[in-house]
């Protein structure tokens, strides 16, 4: 089989990138808007074509091969080089489908969101710059060229999170995405330097070969009582956690909710927060049998911590974009906890298939609640709870769309969230039974907020708004009729056939005791949201003063960016900063200084023997000449 035609998909976004960026003055808003529509349909045509052949065709003996096309980019040594290519295997593809479809959906969305906005052509030229960096992402042969677009998706999420540049508070929020990312990916590529240097090697397929040399060879060396391949892999997780905003690198997510809400769709749905669980997926084989997947447990306890705690605060947000941008950091948790407990071979890695199934269906679901907000806030200008309510009357298909998302995403049955979670739950269960205490209750949290969300938007108090609220044109109402087909279809793929650690399909069947316990708990969840906010009541406002302390750390976010700006602020700046500072002044610059002032003294004193008198001259070499017969007079009669 031939996939070499794939190469298309980014280079599509990347010459619309090209042509919006360089005439973006030119190019009208209503030529920019479809010709970055159809480039994406594009790209989403080959992807749905690669996936259907691929699926169908891409078995040997029963195994799902892998296909890579690359060239030689960069020699370092016989060994170790840098090849740029594309590499097509059963989760490239589906991420491919992934990405592809949310980037056309958003593209299409934005159409109509967008429109009358000064830098409307501008707009999609960064959605084109994004959707390249995602696409080179996913389909890097190695992990050098995977860094390379790993940085490129962060500099055009920077260029969207800071669309609004005269904003002050998107400029700093862009700002802070930027240099939080930038720490986690100093860790990314610290991993990629420790394995590449002992396994010589980038390849994807040399690190991940079960019997291959890194693998069987991973406790050569080791340092502070972990091989020297653990300690890789947990840096290159370190990246994997800052582009998915995972403890603690989570604080740049909720601040990105400043950039245009078809940004939050596309990099907070279903791209560029899944690109750490993508990573990690994608070195699983590594992560599963290096030092007997020591790493994977860190892995499973970060995503586990960070599913509860981004739940815990997601309830107490007024920001409808917040909701969703705590929400989709504890989804994200979900998928890698999934990983984290998961084994490599047949149904032991039910938690890799798992995690692969959540992604997809998280993405169309969250997509989904995100372009529903991003219609609210287009009929009502407001981003907060307080100013909406009653807006099922007013927008019908919102409000059906959006509650079929919150079903999918609360793990209702017969919605695509409930056969993807309930997988994870399954995982969980088998391996870490703390894991899964936390994971059911965190499915619970999640169906609490989420219909605190809808009955606040869509029922509760009538609200009397200065403009009547009306629903979305036609372009954003297209992507969610999709996106709400897509919530409720997407569950029902058998993906143990086709997305597994090990690249053999097994048969995977609901749990239905253990499913029966997730549902209840979401089903009372839901119930508790309709009795707190179905109609206007106080019972919202005893609870929180009754929760007291509590409350107020979980509204404020656990205080998380307080200590990272008292960190910042007051030590790296105040004190390790500033005695640097002072040591730079008054010792280094004060040592050169003084060096140049004796210099200029004893230069000073000694200038008058360069006079440029011959009398001078003459009288220090008759001086000199005494002086030297009076010594070898001395040494001769002695």
Do not use: C
């Amino acid at each position: 089989m031939d996939f070499s035609y794939t190469i298309f998909i980014p280079l599509i976004p990347l010459a619309l990138f090209l042509i919006l960026g360089i005439f973006s003055k030119k190019i009208p808003p209503s030529i920019s808007g479809w010709l970055g529509s159809l480039g994406l349909a594009t790209s989403f045509a080959l992807s749905l074509y690669t996936a259907y052949h691929y699926y169908l065709g891409g078995k040997l003996n029963g195994v799902y091969q892998t296909f890579t096309y690359k060239s030689t980019w960069l020699i370092f040594s016989d060994k170790l080089h840098i090849d740029m290519g594309v590499l097509i295997d059963p989760i490239s593809v589906m991420m491919l489908v992934v990405v592809s479809t949310i980037s056309f959906m958003v593209h299409l969305y934005s159409r109509g969101y967008m429109k009358g906005d000064d830098g409307y052509t501008r707009f999609f030229a960064y959605l084109a710059l994004f959707s390249f960096s995602m696409f080179g992402l996913v389909l890097a042969t190695n992990l050098f060229q995977m860094y390379i677009f790993w940085e490129l998706v962060g500099a055009s999420s920077f260029l969207l999170i800071g669309y609004y540049y005269t904003k002050p508070s998107a400029v700093a929020a862009a700002k802070k995405a930027f240099i939080v990312t930038r720490f986690a990916d100093l860790g990314f590529l610290i991993g990629i330097l420790l394995i590449s240097y002992y396994s010589g090697t980038f390849d994807f397929s040399e690190i991940n070969n079960p019997e291959g040399y890194v693998i069987t060879n991973w406790a050569s060396t080791s340092f502070m009582g972990l091989s020297v391949m653990t300690w890789g892999l947990i840096l290159i997780f370190m990246g994997g956690a800052g582009k998915s905003a995972m403890l603690p690198f989570h604080i740049w997510l909720p601040d990105a909710m400043e950039g245009p809400t078809p940004v939050s769709a596309l990099i907070h749905a279903a791209t560029m927060v899944v690109a750490g669980v993508y990573l990690v997926a994608r070195l699983f084989p590594a992560f599963s049998f290096v030092e007997n997947g020591f790493a994977l447990e860190v892995v499973a306890y970060v995503g586990a911590i960070s599913s509860l705690v981004a739940a815990i605060i997601a309830l107490t947000q007024n920001d409808i974009k917040r909701v969703l941008a705590f929400s989709t950091m504890s989804q994200i948790g979900y998928m890698m906890l999934a990983l984290g407990v998961s084994k490599y071979e047949g149904h032991e890695g039910l938690g890799y298939m798992a995690s692969m199934f959540h992604l997809f269906t998280h993405a169309m679901f969250k997509a989904l609640l995100f372009l529903g907000a991003g219609s609210v806030i287009h009929a009502v200008h407001s981003n907060y709870l307080k100013d909406m309510g009653g807006l099922r009357k007013y927008m019908p298909v919102t409000h059906i769309t959006f509650l079929i998302a919150a079903l999918s995403i609360s793990g209702v049955p017969f919605f695509a969230g409930f056969f993807s979670k309930d997988e994870i739950l399954a995982a969980a269960y088998e391996h870490n039974m703390l894991i899964y205490v936390s994971s059911v209750f965190v499915a619970g949290l999640t169906a609490f907020y989420m219909f605190r969300l809808y009955f606040g938007i869509f029922w509760g108090k009538e609200k009397q708004y200065e403009h009547t609220p009306h629903e979305s044109p036609m372009s954003m109402k297209i992507p969610l009729f999709f996106l709400a087909f897509m919530s409720i279809a997407a569950g029902y793929i058998h993906f143990s056939d086709y997305i597994t650690a090990d690249r053999k399909p097994f048969s995977a069947h609901l749990n239905y005791s253990l499913a029966a316990i997730a549902t209840t708990v979401g089903l009372i969840g839901i119930l508790l949201a309709y009795i707190f906010y179905k109609k206007e009541n106080n019972l919202a406002d005893k609870f929180s003063h009754a929760f007291g302390a509590f409350y107020k750390w979980t509204y404020h976010k656990f205080y998380f960016d307080e200590i990272y700006l008292f960190v910042t602020k007051k030590i790296i700046f105040g004190i390790v900063a500033s005695t640097v500072a002072w040591f730079d002044k008054y010792v280094v610059d004060s040592s050169m200084v003084g060096i140049g002032n004796v210099t200029v003294s004893f230069s000073n004193k000694i200038k008058g023997m360069q006079s440029g008198k011959f009398q001078d001259y003459a009288m220090a070499f008759l001086g000199g000449g005494v002086v030297l017969a009076m010594v070898v007079f001395y040494i001769w009669i002695n």
